[in-house]
């Protein structure tokens, strides 16, 4: 027990004056649902974030500007962060399984029409009706919180985090599909390029949602059956909420943005094929994705705060070198005569060492951010969860049209990653005075424990 800490009623812990009941333990059927889930929301993410690849082909088809192809994709992303909300409440209320495969099944309709659009404008609006699929992630996070007991919750909810490795699919998958039918017709009328990626998806959804119904425990954990949705909402009003919000919109929106922005940049700025960029772009990703259960599992150990420190400051030397724009200093020399130093070019190669390095750091700390949920709010992870995984969608929403507007207004394209840069630093800054002003002016003692389990109640009080 840290050192002025409570006893914890053998009923439950304290949060505050608050007796919480117990955390419920891991139940028999958990590992089906972090294996479906997890399954279900890796191929939600590939078809959320397909127009990163696609995008390209189809501002070739239809003749658009980098402004308006960031819209396509910044389009999706707003819808599958709106409901994120409602979608983690209704999933405590009613259940995962129902949910998941309810949304499985209408995001094949409008995916599968993708494949039909001819204009931009109903192109348009079916990435936005596509983009429904980004909100299974507040589904699975509080699907799999009510499973899994608080040993394991920082892994599983890691684990199933790791579906963002969906975005790679497309990267694999759609250059050499585009390409090698690239003008073939199919069965019932389907074409070949770009336009078969979307049917392959709408049918995997489908298959999925089957599967889905088949094997998850029929008989649902349901956290928040009983509870008014006013009282799942009070939660929202504390400040450490928003500040875990805007944590995520650093470590999962810009991952996000980047995973849609980067095969452009690096056809645009080094000059390599699609195929490449979507190979060098998912060098980024997969850490980003994949090293999200290490990043839970690490959490659970060490706390989620010191790796919420070493994912800001990794995330700051990144982009702090991938924002510098390529040149060099001129001295001008008393006798009028100039020389130049200090010559400065990234190329593909360390440009890609850079991003995934970033890539590193945002996979363990989506995993940070998400671990503080269940411990600050464990009765309430739909409605918390879903609020943090709304602000971080809307921050991969807004970021790719600022990447090209940004991108307009400077002339360079290493803008992108000082539009990261201010916002690590603004996240960076927030957490280490709200730690320093918390420890210090209200807990001096506690100066070396800042992770502990139940520092709220050491602190009642402390500003968050």
């Known amino acids: ?146 499973w899994f007991g608080r040993d394991r919750q920082g892994f599983a909810l890691g684990l199933f985090g790791a579906g963002n490795v969906g975005a790679s699919v497309t990267k694999f998958i759609g250059p050499p599909l585009i390409a090698g039918t690239a003008g073939a017709t199919f069965v019932f009328g389907i074409q070949g390029g770009w336009r078969l990626v979307p049917v392959i998806y709408a049918v995997l959804l489908a298959v999925l949602a089957v599967l889905t119904w088949l094997i998850v425990p029929h008989h649902d954990r ?101 924002m510098m724009p390529n040149g060099h200093i001129v001295v001008l020399h008393p006798d009028g005569s100039q020389s130049e130093h200090l010559a400065y070019q990234l190329n593909v190669v360390w440009f890609t060492i850079l991003v995934f390095l970033l890539g590193c750091s945002m996979g363990v700390g989506k995993a940070a951010v998400y671990k503080h949920i269940p411990e600050y709010f464990p009765d309430n992870v739909g409605s918390v969860g879903g609020l943090v995984g709304t602000l971080g969608g809307l921050g991969g929403f807004v970021l790719p049209p600022l990447f090209a507007y940004t991108k307009v207004w400077t002339g360079l394209p290493s803008s992108t990653f000082l539009v990261l840069f201010i916002l690590t630093a603004i996240c960076a800054v927030w957490m280490h005075l709200t730690v320093v002003r918390m420890l210090h002016d209200r807990a001096p003692g506690l100066a070396d424990h800042f992770d502990t389990e139940h520092i709220s109640t050491l602190t009642a009080g402390a500003p968050r």
Do not use: C
């Open 222 to 322: 349901l956290a928040g059956q009983s509870k008014p949705v006013r009282e799942m909402l009070v939660p929202l009003n504390h400040v450490r909420v928003w500040r875990f919000s805007l944590y995520y919109v650093a470590v999962f929106g810009a991952y996000v943005g980047l995973s849609a922005w980067l095969p452009k940049y690096y056809v645009d700025n080094f000059g390599v094929d699609l195929y490449t960029a979507a190979l060098l772009t998912a060098i980024f990703i997969f850490p980003a994705s994949l090293l999200r259960p290490v990043g839970g599992w690490i959490s659970d150990r060490i706390g989620a705060r010191k790796v919420m420190y070493a994912t800001f400051a990794l995330m700051l030397v990144t982009t702090g070198i991938l």
């Open 1 to 146: 027990m840290s050192v002025g800490a409570r006893p914890v009623h053998p009923a439950g812990r304290h949060h505050g004056d608050e007796l919480i009941p117990p955390v419920h333990p891991t139940g028999p059927g958990a590992n089906r649902v972090l294996v479906m889930s997890t399954i279900d929301f890796t191929v939600m993410f590939a078809v959320w974030l397909m127009f990163g690849v696609l995008g390209i082909q189809i501002q070739k088809e239809l003749l658009i500007s980098d402004v308006e192809l960031a819209w396509i994709s910044a389009l999706a992303v707003l819808n599958g962060s709106l409901w994120r909300l409602p979608a983690g409440i209704l999933t405590d209320r009613i259940g995962g399984r129902k949910v998941t495969i309810f949304m499985l099944a209408a995001t094949a309709v409008p995916a599968y029409l993708v494949s039909t659009a001819n204009s931009y404008g109903w192109l348009l609006v079916l990435a936005f009706l596509v983009g429904f699929a980004g909100n299974l992630f507040s589904v699975g996070i509080a699907w799999n919180a009510a």
